[in-house]
């Protein structure tokens, strides 16, 4: 049994950068979720998709972030021209999409713009 | 819009012995589900318990149980028989549009030392 998996676990960074995480949700989850987790809060909302469709997209996400579910399956989170405002955890999570379910979460990346 | 409240940024414990988080939300909407993560230092968010607005029984998972007041919108978890192992940032959430579409909203977290 395979969880939600992400990668890297860990990224430095300089400031200007782009930066680029993978997420592989449970196989049979339709619905994936990414969210961002920054010291002392709990994680916000920044995009989800439905199969490969992007459903939903939060205000937290500028024009700077962008993400993709190209097949339905593993989806990317990419950050271009990074601030250091973008240091947190980046945590990816999935859901059968079946009702109110929990989501599972992966074990997050770490980013770090210096 | 859906919002979460967790008034104790820090809880102790002392190991064997029962504790409750505590967690208020702020919803519009008629039905709604409520749920309860775990998040060791390791940082990843593990799914405890979940109670839906219309279930008419407190949720119970092992030793957790949610003690659900729909009308004071009070949602606490309760750990019984705590061990050193539950020592974590304990986070409630609610779905941000009160269905079933979409992302959840958490609240800030309390976290909970468990002491020997």
């Known amino acids: 049994d395979t969880g939600v998996s992400q990668d890297p676990r860990h990224k430095i960074t300089k400031r200007g950068q782009n930066v680029t995480f993978r997420c592989d949700p449970i196989?049979?989850?339709?619905?994936l979720y990414w969210y961002r987790q920054t010291l002392g809060q709990g994680p916000e909302f920044l995009t989800y998709f439905q199969n490969e469709a992007q459903l939903e997209k939060s205000r937290l996400l500028s024009d700077r972030f962008s993400a993709e579910r190209p097949k339905g399956s593993f989806s990317t989170l990419e950050i271009q021209r990074t601030e250091q405002g973008d240091s947190a955890m980046y945590l990816c999570a999935s859901s059968s999409g079946q009702g109110w379910e929990e989501q599972y979460f992966g074990p997050g990346t770490r980013l770090t713009v210096t | 819009a859906q919002k979460i409240t967790q008034t104790q940024p820090g809880m102790f414990v002392q190991e064997k012995e029962a504790v409750t988080l505590d967690c208020t939300y702020d919803t519009s909407d008629p039905s709604y589900g409520l749920f309860w993560y775990k998040q060791p230092s390791s940082g990843e968010m593990i799914f405890l318990i979940y109670q839906g607005s219309y279930d008419q029984q407190n949720a119970t998972e092992g030793r957790y149980s949610l003690n659900f007041q729909k009308a004071r919108k009070s949602a606490n978890l309760v750990i019984s028989a705590s061990q050193l192992g539950d020592s974590a940032m304990y986070f409630c959430?609610?779905?941000?549009?009160?269905?079933?579409?979409?992302?959840?909203?958490f609240g800030k977290g309390t976290k909970l030392s468990v002491k020997p």
């Open positions: 196989s049979e989850h339709n619905r």
């Open positions: 959430a609610i779905p941000a549009d009160g269905g079933s579409q979409g992302n959840l909203i």
